[in-house]
């Protein structure tokens, strides 16, 4: 099944349920298969966890930050990326040396 989520077509994988006793025993399995979506681990009938890919979270916790648009959005997904990928490195342009001309010059200059 394909499901329209934000402008995309996603597959949606069935919703996977395990026990913690086999959670544990196949952990390996469970976190490599974060990707494909969300794992529910329960225990005598009750939820108690949910295993999520990275970028599911960072995404689910993003949503609850309020609420910014243009260049402050993108400078905190900067931030999480370098954070996420250790760091990064600073950026500075080099300065601009101008001055600006006299913007009357040429009258004052002609009527002298």
Excluded: C
Aim: glycine share 10%.
């Amino acid at each position: 099944m394909m499901v329209m989520i934000k402008d995309t077509w996603k597959p949606v994988q069935p919703t996977r349920r395990l026990g913690v006793a086999e959670a544990k025993s196949h952990l390996s399995e469970v976190l490599r298969d974060a990707a494909s979506g969300p794992t529910f681990i329960h225990n005598r009938g009750k939820d108690l966890a949910v295993i999520l890919s990275i970028e599911e979270y960072e995404r689910l916790a993003g949503s609850e930050r309020a609420a910014t648009t243009g260049g402050a959005a993108i400078l905190r997904r900067i931030e999480a990326l370098k954070e996420r990928f250790g760091g990064g490195f600073d950026f500075e342009p080099p300065r601009l040396d101008f001055k600006p001309e006299e913007p009357f010059a040429r009258k004052k200059a002609g009527r002298g």
